[in-house]
């Protein structure tokens, strides 16, 4: 359990770097209502189904199987991992505190996580080694730094995670739950190594640690090419079903002074929503005619 002056530092952190992150998404909103108005809320029962079979789903990355499969594993592990973020902030204040109870359900659930913790690793494994190792020319090369920090950052999320439960439970054995088939074979081989001073270090550093990252990674996601972790869902549900490329007429165009666009006023909200939604996966360049006619763009 935590002090009483690590639990103010845990809510002054909270209160600050959500601050911090409504801050700037204010401003990204704000700017994308700068738009010209644009009605995308026809169809709507095809929209819903648009999103969740591209978004949950994640059919259209999974077009390309390799990268595909590793980013979902990533995706659909950080969405199984709000449960378990949520449950490591209430704990700070309320011990032993489970949202979903102490249930057969709960215990399933933490079995769900701890595998899927396994999943986000593999597929942060995977997309490193194409990143560094392939280097395909789609993406960036050489890669950026960020790259490489982001895949170490999401991995020792993971590591944290097993960490503060192994450490908590070996210093607490009453407490130990078999579901969590990562973190309960770990505390045992660490409560059989380590002393309580050392166990309870272990346990703070990594409550600490998992919780750095995750507050760290609030606040930059809305400042890095990860926004699309938020605006990608959004872009899916709001996606143009009209025939694509096409070219919209302008109207009165004998009286136009200037053609194209000049102001940011003069794009739709929904054209200044798409480069927040960009992931840099590189599938664009895929579909470019020059590219695919041996005259890159962007060499």
């Keep these: 359990m935590l002090s009483l002056y690590e639990q103010i530092l845990v809510a002054i952190c909270l209160f600050v770097c959500f601050g911090l992150f409504g801050e700037v998404m204010n401003r990204r909103v704000r700017l994308i209502r700068a738009g010209k108005a644009e009605n995308r809320m026809d169809e709507l029962p095809r929209r819903v189904v648009n999103a969740i079979v591209n978004v949950i789903g ?33 704990s700070a204040f309320v011990p032993d505190f489970s949202m979903l109870g102490h249930n057969i359900i709960a215990n399933v659930a933490l079995s769900v996580i701890e595998a899927f913790g396994l999943f986000v690793c593999f597929g942060i494994a995977m997309l490193a080694y194409r990143r560094f190792v392939m280097k395909p020319p789609g993406l960036q090369n050489p890669p950026a730094p960020e790259a490489g920090l982001i895949a170490a950052w999401i991995f020792s999320l993971m590591v944290t995670y097993y960490g503060t439960l192994a450490n908590e439970w070996a210093l607490h ?75 919209l007429p302008i109207a009165n165009i004998e009286d136009q002074e200037s053609f194209g666009v000049t102001k940011i006023e003069e794009f739709t909200w929904k054209q200044l929503l798409d480069p927040f939604a960009c992931t840099e996966c590189g599938r664009c360049q895929d579909q470019c005619p020059a590219y695919n006619t041996l005259k890159p763009l962007s060499a």
């Design 58 to 90: 994640q059919i259209k990355v999974m077009q390309n199987p390799v990268p595909g499969v590793a980013h979902a594993f990533v995706f659909w592990g950080f969405c199984v991992f709000s449960l378990a973020t949520f449950n490591h902030f209430v």
């Design 173 to 247: 054995p009453e407490n130990l739950n078999a579901f969590g088939f990562v973190s309960a074979p770990l505390s045992q081989f660490l409560a059989g190594y380590f002393t309580t001073t050392a166990l309870e270090i272990g346990f703070h550093f990594n409550w600490w640690a998992h919780a750095a990252m995750i507050l760290g990674f609030l606040v930059y996601i809305p400042n890095s090419k990860h926004m699309h972790l938020l605006a990608a869902p959004f872009n899916e549900f709001f996606i143009d079903f009209g025939p694509k490329a096409r070219l």
